[in-house]
């Protein structure tokens, strides 16, 4: 391997306190530099953590609102009104309002909480702790990331507000219906407002995504070659990668779209009667805003999983006490997985009357996809194989999170093949499946990360026994909402439906819809449970006595239990070994960290 | 004020089950921690058994809960091919769920901690990857032959004697025309869209539009073992025509003319019969987020006898007689280039 190794010292690119002082800065730092505009990644982190916690609270609770209203459609819910004013009067969701949270959720809990509270929080926070650095390549950059983002969830919240209502064309916000304001009411301000706000997280993730790639690269400490990274910082420079190559051509759709909007043009715009008149614009495509959207959105899903897999590959290793298995198998599934990412997106648009040659190719790309992941999932197994497996809450939702992937990915198999696809496609079946497999599967490699690294980032442990509920009831809940979607979608039940009573086909349904709405009621507050714990435990937890309490080879561990800007006091460690050396170090212990040589006579991985 | 003590309530209960949790910390702490850990281990292997055990079992209660409620087979040729593709593929994911499922919760049981274990210093196995890596690949190549060859089937060019009819959404419901005698569609075109009189702009100088017959209330008359090409289009955004017990899907986008074809397999009577529902009806679901009706897009299909569907077409009339009556075309020299105009039309892809 013929890799850059920055020598050490490490300098702390230009922060306004000399590196001499690290360990101390803290003593004449202002709180509003400390805290607020902290160039600090670990803080930086911890911001992008709490905000994605805001928002993920919020995502959350729209699912109840609109669950209320799948699962009981003929009755009302006054508490509803007390949230939501004159959008549910007299307890009662009004179809507009309905679409404007469905479209909110999807939203916020894929770009807001999963692409940047996930990868921004670990990335942030993982990334110079574990390769040796004492901050990003940039610090101010990293921190113009995070107040984008603020900036972008501010024009987010703000469209919650305005008359007409948020965005409510889905997610995806496909055009026509997000480009003319007589389509829909959530195609006025609101959608303008949701177009500024996603151009500014664009701006954000490319900010932080630059960043992680370029510390990846070039500010690994001495001896920290590539294939001494652990699974966690392969994972994060992937998705980064995957970021910085997909987001613009997103933000190139964006920006179309709002030309269409407001001055005129016709990119996806074409024969357009609407609101009695027929619209000059001719010539448009409105098949191309999918495809430019699809182009950041399937590579999204793996900017979402990346994290969750590096995180899960991590834990399991750490709590099973073993190395993981086949670690360049892993890195080379996940190159696969990441090259594959940009060749797949089509496979959104199987309906849309696309070439069928041209669908071929990408059923074959597809279905190419769960070659790595199979990879990965059997290595996941085998690293638990004769293991000493301690079940602590991380390694539960990492389990779980494997789990929810071989569940979520085996139905990827379905949609994937366009054949069955014509069926499934827009039904509960898919809603099953990316929920799974995106969303659960995603938020259980989240809950590992974080249960596993809150005590480098506080200083303290989350509550266990707190931990343990909100795993079984988190698990077990998803399963019961989740699983008997998929038989629903299997019957042709079409998602984003407000009412489904009227439909001979669908209503007998109905009975399920109030079992799944109650599921997730309940899951939503166990969700609040780990909040609570989460914030509790920042002041209130008990305290890490010792620099490593998960006995882990990795770097984040050598650092002092609250480490300063900076991150190590001194000179920051070598490393010598690969980050998986879990075996015995001849003084009792069953691991060897990174930073101790080579005995003599051994080899390295 | 009810929800204000709702949440106050809540974070009772949350801070009753902190303090609980933590209290129980400190006193395994205090009790001796190796020794409570080891406990708790234990306790979490056998939970997540359970879990397994319980999830098994709710996997069997589901299917029965929705056996009966699911899709009659196939209502069209085509589709029978998905049904077995389905099948198939079912097998071949559940197979692998089951066992992959099983191996990590067995796993996690069988390996946890205990006094007397060390694990096992297993870092890799290169035969072992390259198992894993082409016996899925082998099971996707599978897959991928099956599912291109339904998928090219389903996508082919319709027969030349299919019916033709045209599928149009707009906010929010279906609007069906049928070629009339003539089997042509007549042009259209959106600048002369008039909700009143002419829902479809068909363009009256086109002597094909005559005869053309439309369906506002979006009821789909189809002829059973005859094939049918769906011309689909849209009139405001777009829109999917779904045909659930058809295992059919296209989206309607305006500006673009799309297709599909299909063969019903059975009559609606058939179909009332085969399911025990008197009720029963196939439906056209709009599956496109389409603004906020998109709910209540909905369209039915008849499928009839050939005898049937001559009788209720000689009922109809056509949309121009119905709309024009008095007004005579300016017809004559035109009519000629029209018609080609018209054709080019109906064959776009």
Same mark, same amino acid.
């Given at each position: 391997?013929?890799?850059?190794?920055?020598?050490?010292?490490?300098?702390?690119?230009?922060?306004?306190?000399?590196?001499?002082?690290?360990?101390?800065?803290?003593?004449?730092?202002?709180?509003?530099?400390?805290?607020?505009?902290?160039?600090?990644?670990?803080?930086?982190?911890?911001?992008?953590?709490?905000?994605?916690?805001?928002?993920?609270?919020?995502?959350?609770?729209?699912?109840?609102?609109?669950?209320?209203?799948?699962?009981?459609? *003929?009755?009302?819910?006054?508490?509803?009104?007390?949230?939501?004013?004159?959008?549910?009067?007299?307890?009662?969701?009004?179809?507009?309002?309905?679409?404007?949270?469905?479209?909110?959720?999807?939203?916020?809990?894929?770009?807001?909480?999963?692409?940047?509270?996930?990868?921004?929080?670990?990335?942030?926070?993982?990334?110079?702790?574990?390769?040796?650095?004492? *901050?990003?390549?940039?610090?101010?950059?990293?921190?113009?990331?995070?107040?984008?983002?603020?900036?972008?969830?501010?024009?987010?919240?703000?469209?919650?507000?305005?008359?007409?209502?948020?965005?409510?064309?889905?997610?995806?916000?496909?055009?026509?219906?997000?480009?003319?304001?007589?389509?829909?009411?959530?195609?006025?301000?609101?959608?303008?407002?949701?177009?500024?706000?996603?151009?500014?997280?664009?701006?954000?993730?490319?900010?932080?995504?630059?960043?992680?790639?370029?510390?990846?690269?070039?500010?690994?400490?001495?001896?920290?070659?590539?294939?001494?990274?652990?699974?966690?910082?392969?994972?994060?420079?992937?998705?980064?990668?995957?970021?910085?190559?997909?987001?613009?051509?997103?933000?190139?759709?964006?920006?179309?779209?709002?030309?269409?909007?407001?001055?005129?043009?016709? &990119?996806?715009?074409?024969?357009?009667?609407?609101?009695?008149?027929?619209?000059? !614009?001719?010539?448009?495509?409105?098949?191309?805003?999918? !495809?430019?959207?699809? &182009?950041?959105?399937?590579?999204?899903?793996?900017?979402?999983?990346?994290?969750?897999?590096?995180?899960?590959?991590?834990?399991?290793?750490?709590?099973?006490?073993?190395?993981?298995?086949?670690?360049?198998?892993?890195?080379?599934?996940?190159?696969?997985?990441?090259?594959?990412?940009?060749?797949?997106?089509? !496979?959104?648009?199987?309906?849309?009357?696309?070439?069928?040659?041209?669908?071929?190719?990408?059923?074959?790309?597809?279905?190419?996809?769960?070659?790595?992941?199979?990879?990965?999932?059997?290595?996941?197994?085998?690293?638990?194989?004769?293991?000493?497996?301690?079940?602590?809450?991380?390694?539960?939702?990492?389990?779980?999170?494997?789990?929810?992937?071989?569940?979520?990915?085996?139905?990827?198999?379905?949609?994937?093949?366009?054949?069955?696809?014509?069926?499934?496609? *827009?039904?509960?079946?898919?809603?099953?499946?990316?929920?799974?497999?995106?969303?659960?599967?995603?938020?259980?490699?989240?809950?590992?990360?974080?249960?596993?690294?809150?005590?480098?980032?506080?200083?303290?442990?989350?509550?266990?026994?707190?931990?343990?509920?909100?795993?079984?009831?988190?698990?077990?809940?998803?399963?019961?909402?989740?699983?008997?979607?998929?038989?629903?979608?299997?019957?042709?039940?079409?998602?984003?439906?407000?009412?489904?009573?009227?439909?001979?086909?669908?209503?007998?349904?109905?009975?399920?819809?109030?079992?799944?709405?109650?599921?997730?009621?309940?899951?939503?507050?166990?969700?609040?449970?780990?909040?609570?714990? &989460?914030?509790?435990?920042?002041?209130?937890?008990?305290?890490?006595?010792?620099?490593?309490?998960?006995?882990?080879?990795?770097?984040?561990?050598?650092?002092?239990?609250?480490?300063?800007?900076?991150?190590?006091?001194?000179?920051?460690?070598?490393?010598?070994?690969?980050?998986?050396?879990?075996?015995?170090?001849?003084?009792?212990? *069953?691991?060897?960290?990174?930073?101790?040589?080579?005995?003599?006579?051994?080899?390295?991985? | 004020?009810?929800?204000?003590?709702?949440?106050?309530?809540?974070?009772?209960?949350?801070?009753?089950?902190?303090?609980?949790?933590?209290?129980?910390?400190?006193?395994?702490?205090?009790?001796?921690?190796?020794?409570?850990?080891?406990?708790?281990?234990?306790?979490?292997?056998?939970?997540?058994?359970?879990?397994?055990?319980?999830?098994?079992?709710?996997?069997?209660?589901?299917?029965?809960?929705?056996?009966?409620?699911?899709?009659?087979?196939?209502?069209?040729?085509?589709?029978?091919?998905?049904?077995?593709?389905?099948?198939?593929?079912?097998?071949?994911?559940?197979?692998?769920?089951?066992?992959?499922?099983?191996?990590?919760?067995?796993?996690?049981?069988?390996?946890?901690?205990?006094?007397?274990?060390?694990?096992?210093?297993?870092?890799?196995?290169?035969?072992?990857?390259?198992?894993?890596?082409?016996?899925?690949?082998?099971?996707?190549?599978?897959?991928?032959?099956?599912?291109?060859?339904?998928?090219?089937?389903?996508?082919?060019?319709?027969?030349?004697?299919?019916?033709?009819?045209?599928?149009?959404?707009?906010?929010?419901?279906?609007?069906?025309?049928?070629?009339?005698?003539?089997?042509?569609?007549? +042009?259209?075109?959106?600048? +002369?869209?008039?909700?009143?009189?002419?829902?479809?702009?068909?363009?009256?100088?086109?002597?094909?539009?005559?005869?053309?017959?439309?369906?506002?209330?979006?009821?789909?008359?189809?002829?059973?073992?005859?094939?049918?090409?769906?011309?689909?289009?849209?009139?405001?955004?777009?829109?999917?025509?779904?045909?659930?017990?058809?295992?059919? +899907?296209?989206?309607?986008?305006?500006?673009?003319?799309?297709?599909?074809?299909?063969?019903?397999?059975?009559?609606?009577?058939?179909?009332?019969?085969?399911?025990?529902?008197?009720?029963?009806?196939?439906?056209?679901?709009?599956?496109?987020?389409?603004? +906020?009706?998109?709910?209540?897009?909905?369209?039915?299909?008849?499928?009839?006898?050939?005898?049937?569907?001559?009788?209720?077409?000689?009922?109809?009339?056509?949309?121009?007689?119905?709309?024009?009556?008095?007004?005579?075309?300016?017809?004559?020299?035109?009519?000629?280039?029209?018609?080609?105009?018209?054709?080019?039309?109906?064959?776009?892809?």
């Amino acid at each position: 391997m013929s890799t850059v190794i920055i020598d050490g010292p490490n300098v702390t690119q230009g922060i306004q306190t000399g590196t001499e002082h690290h360990g101390h800065e803290h003593h004449e730092q202002h709180f509003i530099w400390k805290y607020i505009f902290s160039q600090d990644h670990k803080v930086i982190g911890r911001q992008f953590l709490v905000t994605g916690i805001i928002w993920a609270i919020i995502g959350a609770l729209f699912s109840v609102f609109f669950r209320l209203q799948l699962g009981f459609p *003929d009755q009302t819910f006054p508490i509803m009104e007390k949230f939501l004013g004159d959008w549910a009067k007299g307890g009662k969701l009004s179809p507009e309002f309905y679409y404007g949270l469905v479209t909110m959720h999807g939203t916020i809990l894929v770009f807001f909480v999963l692409t940047a509270g996930l990868s921004g929080t670990f990335a942030n926070i993982l990334i110079p702790l574990q390769v040796g650095a004492r *901050d990003m390549a940039s610090p101010f950059m990293n921190m113009l990331s995070y107040w984008f983002f603020f900036a972008a969830s501010i024009f987010m919240f703000v469209s919650l507000f305005v008359q007409t209502g948020p965005a409510s064309g889905g997610w995806t916000t496909y055009p026509p219906l997000s480009a003319l304001k007589e389509a829909s009411l959530g195609s006025g301000v609101g959608m303008d407002l949701w177009l500024i706000s996603m151009s500014l997280f664009v701006v954000s993730s490319l900010l932080g995504g630059l960043n992680y790639v370029s510390t990846v690269l070039n500010m690994r400490t001495k001896g920290m070659t590539m294939t001494r990274m652990p699974l966690t910082i392969w994972a994060l420079f992937f998705t980064a990668v995957l970021g910085i190559l997909s987001f613009p051509v997103l933000f190139s759709g964006f920006v179309l779209l709002i030309f269409d909007r407001n001055f005129g043009t016709s &990119f996806y715009l074409s024969e357009i009667f609407i609101g009695g008149k027929a619209l000059p !614009h001719i010539g448009g495509s409105a098949i191309l805003y999918q !495809h430019l959207f699809w &182009f950041l959105g399937h590579p999204e899903v793996y900017i979402i999983m990346l994290p969750g897999m590096g995180m899960a590959s991590e834990v399991l290793s750490n709590h099973s006490r073993k190395p993981i298995f086949g670690y360049f198998a892993m890195i080379i599934s996940l190159v696969g997985i990441t090259v594959l990412a940009f060749l797949v997106w089509a !496979h959104h648009m199987f309906v849309t009357g696309m070439s069928p040659f041209l669908g071929s190719i990408f059923v074959l790309l597809t279905l190419l996809i769960a070659v790595p992941s199979a990879v990965k999932v059997f290595n996941w197994l085998t690293t638990m194989w004769r293991g000493n497996i301690r079940f602590t809450v991380a390694m539960l939702f990492a389990i779980g999170f494997v789990s929810m992937f071989i569940s979520g990915g085996l139905t990827g198999i379905f949609l994937g093949n366009s054949a069955l696809d014509i069926h499934l496609h *827009d039904t509960y079946f898919v809603v099953a499946h990316f929920h799974i497999v995106m969303g659960v599967s995603a938020f259980m490699g989240m809950f590992a990360g974080i249960y596993h690294w809150f005590p480098k980032m506080f200083g303290r442990f989350m509550n266990n026994t707190l931990g343990y509920i909100h795993f079984f009831i988190t698990f077990a809940g998803a399963y019961l909402i989740f699983w008997p979607m998929h038989y629903e979608g299997i019957a042709g039940m079409p998602r984003r439906y407000y009412d489904y009573s009227a439909w001979e086909s669908y209503k007998q349904f109905i009975s399920m819809n109030g079992f799944i709405s109650i599921v997730a009621i309940i899951v939503f507050f166990a969700q609040l449970l780990f909040v609570y714990n &989460f914030f509790v435990s920042i002041w209130r937890g008990r305290k890490v006595t010792v620099q490593n309490p998960w006995g882990s080879p990795t770097l984040e561990w050598t650092t002092p239990i609250k480490p300063g800007h900076g991150n190590w006091e001194g000179e920051i460690p070598e490393v010598y070994r690969w980050p998986y050396d879990y075996k015995d170090d001849g003084n009792g212990n *069953d691991f060897i960290p990174q930073t101790t040589p080579l005995r003599p006579g051994e080899e390295s991985h | 004020m009810s929800g204000f003590i709702t949440i106050v309530l809540i974070l009772l209960v949350f801070i009753i089950i902190y303090q609980i949790g933590k209290a129980g910390e400190y006193a395994a702490v205090l009790r001796e921690e190796a020794k409570s850990k080891a406990a708790t281990n234990r306790t979490i292997a056998w939970l997540l058994v359970a879990f397994f055990i319980l999830g098994m079992y709710g996997i069997w209660k589901c299917n029965q809960l929705f056996e009966g409620k699911m899709l009659p087979p196939s209502a069209s040729e085509q589709g029978v091919n998905y049904d077995s593709m389905f099948t198939v593929t079912l097998i071949v994911t559940g197979i692998v769920f089951f066992a992959t499922q099983a191996v990590l919760f067995w796993f996690a049981f069988r390996y946890q901690s205990t006094e007397k274990r060390t694990a096992f210093y297993y870092p890799h196995n290169n035969k072992l990857e390259i198992i894993w890596t082409t016996v899925p690949a082998i099971a996707m190549a599978a897959l991928v032959a099956i599912g291109l060859r339904n998928w090219l089937n389903v996508t082919s060019d319709a027969p030349k004697d299919a019916n033709i009819v045209e599928v149009v959404g707009k906010q929010f419901n279906w609007l069906i025309r049928y070629p009339g005698k003539d089997g042509v569609l007549g +042009k259209r075109d959106f600048r +002369k869209i008039n909700d009143a009189t002419n829902i479809l702009g068909l363009d009256w100088n086109d002597k094909d539009n005559m005869d053309d017959i439309i369906a506002q209330n979006g009821e789909l008359h189809l002829v059973v073992n005859k094939p049918v090409k769906l011309i689909i289009g849209s009139r405001d955004v777009i829109h999917d025509v779904g045909l659930p017990h058809f295992r059919m +899907k296209m989206d309607a986008v305006p500006g673009i003319v799309t297709t599909m074809w299909f063969t019903p397999r059975f009559t609606t009577t058939q179909m009332k019969e085969m399911t025990h529902n008197p009720d029963f009806v196939y439906e056209i679901s709009c599956d496109q987020m389409c603004g +906020k009706g998109h709910y209540s897009m909905r369209g039915t299909v008849i499928v009839e006898t050939q005898a049937e569907y001559d009788a209720w077409m000689a009922k109809q009339q056509s949309y121009y007689a119905m709309n024009n009556a008095p007004a005579a075309p300016a017809a004559g020299a035109e009519q000629q280039e029209q018609k080609t105009d018209s054709v080019k039309a109906v064959t776009m892809k």
